[in-house]
Protein backbone atom coordinates (compact mmCIF):
# COMPACT_ATOMS: atom_id res chain seq x y z
CA UNK A 1 0.00 0.00 0.00
CA UNK A 2 1.17 3.45 -0.69
CA UNK A 3 2.12 5.65 1.60
CA UNK A 4 2.59 8.48 -0.82
CA UNK A 5 0.47 11.34 0.94
CA UNK A 6 -0.41 12.70 -2.62
CA UNK A 7 -2.14 9.62 -3.42
CA UNK A 8 -3.37 7.85 -0.25
CA UNK A 9 -5.94 9.16 1.33
CA UNK A 10 -4.97 6.64 4.53
CA UNK A 11 -1.51 7.90 4.85
CA UNK A 12 -3.13 11.73 5.10
CA UNK A 13 -5.57 10.81 7.57
CA UNK A 14 -3.33 9.33 9.83
CA UNK A 15 -1.43 12.20 10.22
CA UNK A 16 -4.58 14.79 10.28
CA UNK A 17 -6.23 12.30 12.89
CA UNK A 18 -2.96 12.62 14.86
CA UNK A 19 -3.51 15.75 17.54
CA UNK A 20 -0.48 15.34 19.26
CA UNK A 21 1.56 15.25 15.86
CA UNK A 22 -0.51 18.36 14.72
CA UNK A 23 0.37 20.28 18.12
CA UNK A 24 3.81 19.84 17.17
CA UNK A 25 3.43 20.16 13.69
CA UNK A 26 1.78 23.91 14.01
CA UNK A 27 4.72 24.90 16.19
CA UNK A 28 7.68 23.31 13.74
CA UNK A 29 6.47 24.02 10.54
CA UNK A 30 5.80 27.89 11.17
CA UNK A 31 2.92 28.49 8.64
CA UNK A 32 2.04 31.64 9.39
CA UNK A 33 -1.90 32.30 9.60
CA UNK A 34 -4.15 34.79 10.90
CA UNK A 35 -5.22 34.17 14.95
CA UNK A 36 -9.16 34.99 14.33
CA UNK A 37 -11.22 34.44 17.58
CA UNK A 38 -9.00 31.86 19.18
CA UNK A 39 -8.43 30.29 15.48
CA UNK A 40 -5.80 29.90 13.01
CA UNK A 41 -7.43 30.73 9.63
CA UNK A 42 -5.80 30.97 6.25
CA UNK A 43 -7.47 32.57 3.17
CA UNK A 44 -6.64 31.17 -0.36
CA UNK A 45 -4.44 33.66 -1.46
CA UNK A 46 -2.18 32.77 2.06
CA UNK A 47 -2.05 29.39 0.83
CA UNK A 48 -1.35 30.23 -2.45
CA UNK A 49 1.38 32.19 -1.43
CA UNK A 50 2.44 29.17 0.98
CA UNK A 51 2.38 26.98 -1.57
CA UNK A 52 4.12 29.22 -4.35
CA UNK A 53 1.06 28.27 -6.96
CA UNK A 54 -1.51 29.97 -8.05
CA UNK A 55 -5.68 30.32 -6.75
CA UNK A 56 -6.90 28.27 -9.85
CA UNK A 57 -4.81 25.16 -8.74
CA UNK A 58 -5.97 25.90 -4.82
CA UNK A 59 -9.77 25.57 -6.69
CA UNK A 60 -9.07 22.24 -8.59
CA UNK A 61 -7.91 20.65 -5.53
CA UNK A 62 -11.43 21.71 -4.00
CA UNK A 63 -13.48 20.60 -6.47
CA UNK A 64 -11.58 17.37 -6.67
CA UNK A 65 -11.52 16.87 -3.05
CA UNK A 66 -13.85 18.70 -1.68
CA UNK A 67 -15.32 16.44 1.21
CA UNK A 68 -12.06 15.55 2.38
CA UNK A 69 -11.21 19.36 2.74
CA UNK A 70 -14.66 20.12 4.28
CA UNK A 71 -13.43 17.01 7.09
CA UNK A 72 -10.36 18.79 7.90
CA UNK A 73 -11.60 22.34 8.12
CA UNK A 74 -12.14 24.33 4.97
CA UNK A 75 -15.45 26.16 4.82
CA UNK A 76 -16.83 28.84 2.67
CA UNK A 77 -18.09 31.80 4.75
CA UNK A 78 -21.16 33.88 4.18
CA UNK A 79 -24.21 35.72 5.84
CA UNK A 80 -23.93 35.66 9.79
CA UNK A 81 -20.58 33.61 10.30
CA UNK A 82 -18.86 36.14 7.48
CA UNK A 83 -20.36 39.30 9.04
CA UNK A 84 -18.97 38.11 12.36
CA UNK A 85 -15.48 37.47 10.82
CA UNK A 86 -15.31 40.78 9.29
CA UNK A 87 -15.68 42.41 12.44
CA UNK A 88 -13.02 40.46 14.39
CA UNK A 89 -9.74 42.31 14.56
CA UNK A 90 -5.81 41.24 13.67
CA UNK A 91 -3.06 43.52 14.31
CA UNK A 92 -5.99 46.42 15.61
CA UNK A 93 -7.06 46.07 11.89
CA UNK A 94 -10.10 44.59 10.88
CA UNK A 95 -10.95 41.49 9.20
CA UNK A 96 -13.18 43.64 6.42
CA UNK A 97 -10.08 45.55 5.37
CA UNK A 98 -8.34 42.50 4.44
CA UNK A 99 -10.85 40.57 2.29
CA UNK A 100 -13.04 43.18 1.50
CA UNK A 101 -16.20 44.74 3.07
CA UNK A 102 -18.51 43.70 0.17
CA UNK A 103 -17.48 39.93 -0.45
CA UNK A 104 -20.78 37.88 -0.07
CA UNK A 105 -18.96 34.48 0.65
CA UNK A 106 -15.01 33.26 1.80
CA UNK A 107 -13.21 30.10 2.04
CA UNK A 108 -11.34 30.13 5.03
CA UNK A 109 -8.87 27.08 5.73
CA UNK A 110 -8.09 25.98 9.30
CA UNK A 111 -4.60 24.71 9.81
CA UNK A 112 -5.60 21.33 9.56
CA UNK A 113 -7.00 22.24 6.00
CA UNK A 114 -3.67 23.58 5.02
CA UNK A 115 -1.66 20.47 6.07
CA UNK A 116 -4.39 18.31 3.73
CA UNK A 117 -4.00 20.46 0.84
CA UNK A 118 0.00 20.14 0.87
CA UNK A 119 -0.61 16.79 0.76
CA UNK A 120 -2.44 16.72 -2.22
CA UNK A 121 -0.72 19.24 -4.07
CA UNK A 122 1.89 17.81 -6.84
CA UNK A 123 2.69 20.78 -8.49
CA UNK A 124 4.47 22.80 -6.14
CA UNK A 125 8.10 22.06 -4.10
CA UNK A 126 7.31 23.71 -0.99
CA UNK A 127 4.61 21.69 -0.76
CA UNK A 128 6.53 18.38 -1.44
CA UNK A 129 9.09 19.77 1.50
CA UNK A 130 6.52 20.50 3.72
CA UNK A 131 5.17 16.70 3.70
CA UNK A 132 8.73 15.70 3.76
CA UNK A 133 8.99 17.86 6.59
CA UNK A 134 5.29 16.57 8.12
CA UNK A 135 6.32 12.88 8.29
CA UNK A 136 9.48 13.85 10.22
CA UNK A 137 7.73 15.20 12.67
CA UNK A 138 4.80 12.58 12.80
CA UNK A 139 7.48 9.95 12.99
CA UNK A 140 9.38 11.84 15.65
CA UNK A 141 5.51 12.43 18.24
CA UNK A 142 5.29 8.73 17.77
CA UNK A 143 8.35 7.67 19.17
CA UNK A 144 8.83 9.88 21.58
CA UNK A 145 5.46 9.56 23.00
CA UNK A 146 5.86 5.41 23.18
CA UNK A 147 9.64 5.75 24.17
CA UNK A 148 10.67 4.65 20.97
CA UNK A 149 8.57 1.05 21.33
CA UNK A 150 6.61 1.06 18.86
CA UNK A 151 6.86 -2.61 18.65
CA UNK A 152 4.97 -2.89 21.65
CA UNK A 153 2.40 0.70 21.88
CA UNK A 154 -0.39 -2.19 21.97
CA UNK A 155 0.26 -2.50 25.55
CA UNK A 156 0.05 1.06 26.19
CA UNK A 157 -3.71 0.38 25.65
CA UNK A 158 -5.54 0.05 29.34
CA UNK A 159 -7.72 -2.89 27.79
CA UNK A 160 -4.42 -5.24 26.99
CA UNK A 161 -3.55 -6.84 30.32
CA UNK A 162 -6.96 -8.16 31.09
CA UNK A 163 -7.15 -9.00 27.39
CA UNK A 164 -4.30 -10.62 27.30
CA UNK A 165 -4.66 -12.83 31.36
CA UNK A 166 -8.41 -13.78 29.58
CA UNK A 167 -6.47 -15.21 26.46
CA UNK A 168 -4.16 -17.30 27.83
CA UNK A 169 -6.94 -19.05 30.34
CA UNK A 170 -8.66 -20.14 27.69
CA UNK A 171 -5.61 -20.89 25.54
CA UNK A 172 -4.52 -23.42 28.10
CA UNK A 173 -8.15 -24.86 28.12
CA UNK A 174 -7.63 -25.19 24.23
CA UNK A 175 -3.64 -27.12 24.87
CA UNK A 176 -5.28 -28.97 27.68
CA UNK A 177 -7.70 -30.45 24.94
CA UNK A 178 -5.13 -31.13 22.22
CA UNK A 179 -2.92 -32.98 24.81
CA UNK A 180 -5.70 -34.72 25.91
CA UNK A 181 -8.29 -35.76 23.30
CA UNK A 182 -6.12 -35.36 19.86
CA UNK A 183 -3.61 -38.36 18.53
CA UNK A 184 -0.63 -36.08 17.52
CA UNK A 185 2.77 -35.57 18.40
CA UNK A 186 3.72 -32.41 20.24
CA UNK A 187 3.88 -30.64 17.14
CA UNK A 188 0.27 -30.43 17.44
CA UNK A 189 0.23 -27.37 19.29
CA UNK A 190 2.53 -25.08 16.35
CA UNK A 191 0.19 -26.46 14.07
CA UNK A 192 -2.84 -25.75 15.16
CA UNK A 193 -1.87 -22.34 16.66
CA UNK A 194 -0.94 -21.34 13.01
CA UNK A 195 -3.97 -22.64 11.56
CA UNK A 196 -6.28 -20.22 13.82
CA UNK A 197 -3.88 -17.77 13.15
CA UNK A 198 -4.17 -18.30 9.31
CA UNK A 199 -8.27 -18.08 10.18
CA UNK A 200 -7.99 -15.29 12.44
CA UNK A 201 -5.61 -12.70 10.30
CA UNK A 202 -4.93 -14.82 7.36
CA UNK A 203 -0.73 -15.27 8.53
CA UNK A 204 0.62 -18.02 10.27
CA UNK A 205 3.51 -17.03 13.21
CA UNK A 206 6.39 -16.90 11.40
CA UNK A 207 4.34 -14.60 8.66
CA UNK A 208 3.30 -12.65 11.47
CA UNK A 209 6.56 -12.22 13.07
CA UNK A 210 8.46 -10.97 9.26
CA UNK A 211 5.48 -8.37 9.25
CA UNK A 212 6.16 -7.04 12.67
CA UNK A 213 10.24 -7.66 12.35
CA UNK A 214 10.38 -9.75 15.34
CA UNK A 215 12.73 -11.93 16.44
CA UNK A 216 12.67 -16.12 16.60
CA UNK A 217 12.23 -15.71 20.36
CA UNK A 218 9.68 -12.90 20.33
CA UNK A 219 6.28 -13.76 21.34
CA UNK A 220 3.72 -13.13 18.69
CA UNK A 221 0.87 -12.64 21.18
CA UNK A 222 2.95 -9.52 23.57
CA UNK A 223 2.60 -7.78 20.07
CA UNK A 224 -0.96 -8.19 19.50
CA UNK A 225 -3.96 -5.67 20.37
CA UNK A 226 -6.85 -6.56 22.58
CA UNK A 227 -9.42 -7.43 20.12
CA UNK A 228 -7.12 -9.49 18.29
CA UNK A 229 -6.85 -11.34 22.16
CA UNK A 230 -10.08 -11.18 22.81
CA UNK A 231 -10.85 -13.04 18.93
CA UNK A 232 -7.96 -15.39 19.42
CA UNK A 233 -9.69 -16.20 22.95
CA UNK A 234 -13.38 -17.02 21.61
CA UNK A 235 -11.82 -18.69 18.58
CA UNK A 236 -9.89 -20.86 21.24
CA UNK A 237 -12.54 -21.65 23.84
CA UNK A 238 -15.32 -22.96 21.41
CA UNK A 239 -12.79 -24.85 19.43
CA UNK A 240 -11.22 -26.86 22.74
CA UNK A 241 -15.22 -26.90 23.47
CA UNK A 242 -15.67 -28.89 19.81
CA UNK A 243 -12.75 -30.74 20.55
CA UNK A 244 -13.76 -32.09 23.87
CA UNK A 245 -17.51 -33.15 23.11
CA UNK A 246 -16.48 -34.86 19.70
CA UNK A 247 -13.82 -37.09 21.54
CA UNK A 248 -16.61 -37.78 24.25
CA UNK A 249 -19.07 -38.83 21.47
CA UNK A 250 -16.77 -41.17 19.57
CA UNK A 251 -14.88 -42.11 22.63
CA UNK A 252 -11.45 -41.92 21.44
CA UNK A 253 -8.99 -39.01 20.67
CA UNK A 254 -9.48 -37.16 17.15
CA UNK A 255 -7.47 -37.27 14.11
CA UNK A 256 -5.94 -34.23 12.44
CA UNK A 257 -8.23 -34.24 9.70
CA UNK A 258 -11.46 -34.40 12.05
CA UNK A 259 -10.08 -31.27 14.42
CA UNK A 260 -9.57 -29.55 10.90
CA UNK A 261 -13.09 -30.16 10.13
CA UNK A 262 -13.80 -28.65 13.56
CA UNK A 263 -11.49 -25.60 12.63
CA UNK A 264 -12.99 -24.76 9.59
CA UNK A 265 -16.75 -24.99 11.18
CA UNK A 266 -15.56 -22.50 13.60
CA UNK A 267 -13.98 -20.30 11.36
CA UNK A 268 -17.04 -20.01 9.48
CA UNK A 269 -19.45 -19.72 12.39
CA UNK A 270 -21.83 -16.57 11.88
CA UNK A 271 -21.10 -16.08 15.64
CA UNK A 272 -17.05 -15.31 15.34
CA UNK A 273 -17.45 -13.90 12.09
CA UNK A 274 -17.77 -9.86 13.25
CA UNK A 275 -14.86 -10.77 15.80
CA UNK A 276 -12.91 -11.81 13.12
CA UNK A 277 -13.17 -8.71 10.65
CA UNK A 278 -12.56 -6.23 13.12
CA UNK A 279 -9.55 -7.77 14.20
CA UNK A 280 -8.03 -7.87 11.01
CA UNK A 281 -9.29 -4.54 10.35
CA UNK A 282 -7.95 -3.27 13.65
CA UNK A 283 -4.73 -5.33 13.11
CA UNK A 284 -4.09 -3.74 9.47
CA UNK A 285 -4.78 -0.69 9.79
CA UNK A 286 -2.84 0.05 13.26
CA UNK A 287 0.23 -1.69 12.42
CA UNK A 288 0.33 0.64 9.50
CA UNK A 289 -0.64 3.65 11.53
CA UNK A 290 1.65 3.10 14.52
CA UNK A 291 4.35 0.22 13.15
CA UNK A 292 4.35 1.31 9.11
CA UNK A 293 4.08 -2.60 9.25
CA UNK A 294 1.98 -3.88 6.27
CA UNK A 295 -0.09 -6.95 6.52
CA UNK A 296 -0.19 -7.58 2.58
CA UNK A 297 -2.87 -10.53 3.36
CA UNK A 298 -5.17 -8.51 5.11
CA UNK A 299 -4.39 -5.18 2.91
CA UNK A 300 -8.29 -4.72 2.37
CA UNK A 301 -8.82 -4.46 5.77
CA UNK A 302 -6.28 -1.07 5.92
CA UNK A 303 -8.54 2.01 7.51
CA UNK A 304 -7.66 5.28 8.70
CA UNK A 305 -6.53 4.85 12.08
CA UNK A 306 -8.95 7.22 13.96
CA UNK A 307 -8.98 9.70 16.43
CA UNK A 308 -9.98 7.99 19.15
CA UNK A 309 -7.13 5.44 18.71
CA UNK A 310 -4.66 7.64 18.60
CA UNK A 311 -5.51 8.86 22.34
CA UNK A 312 -5.87 5.42 23.48
CA UNK A 313 -2.80 4.64 22.20
CA UNK A 314 -0.50 8.08 22.30
CA UNK A 315 -2.89 9.75 25.12
CA UNK A 316 -1.85 11.08 28.09
CA UNK A 317 -3.76 8.90 30.49
CA UNK A 318 -1.90 5.86 28.12
CA UNK A 319 0.82 4.04 30.39
CA UNK A 320 3.73 1.60 29.70
CA UNK A 321 3.25 -2.01 30.64
CA UNK A 322 5.06 -1.83 33.73
CA UNK A 323 4.04 1.50 35.18
CA UNK A 324 0.25 -0.33 34.93
CA UNK A 325 1.41 -2.96 36.89
CA UNK A 326 1.62 -1.11 40.57
CA UNK A 327 -1.97 0.08 40.15
CA UNK A 328 -3.67 -2.25 42.84
CA UNK A 329 -7.16 -2.02 41.00
CA UNK A 330 -5.50 -3.56 37.57
CA UNK A 331 -3.68 -6.16 39.81
CA UNK A 332 -7.17 -7.00 41.67
CA UNK A 333 -8.52 -7.48 38.48
CA UNK A 334 -5.61 -9.91 37.08
CA UNK A 335 -6.12 -11.62 39.94
CA UNK A 336 -9.35 -12.32 39.45
CA UNK A 337 -9.10 -13.62 35.57
CA UNK A 338 -6.37 -15.68 36.81
CA UNK A 339 -8.56 -17.29 39.55
CA UNK A 340 -11.40 -17.67 36.84
Avoid: W
Avoid at 100 to 113: E, H, I, N, Q, Y
Avoid at 241 to 265: F, M
Amino acid sequence: MSKDLTTSAVARSNVLNNRYALCKLEEHLALGGLRIEGEVLFFKSHVAELLAIDERTIDRYLASHEAELKQNGYRILKGKSLKILKLAQVDDIHVADLIGAKVPTLGVFSFRAVLNIAMLVTESERAKAIRSRMLDIVLDVVAERTGGHTRFINQRDQDYLPSAFMEDSYRKQFTNALRDHVDMGNHKYAVFTDKIYQAVFCENAREYKQVLRLADGDSTRDTMYAEVLKTLASFESGLAAGIQQQAAQLGRKLKSPEVDRLLAEAAASPFLKPLIEDARTRMASRDLGFREALHQKLEAYVQAVPEADFERFLGERTQALEERLSDPKLLAVLKRLKDR
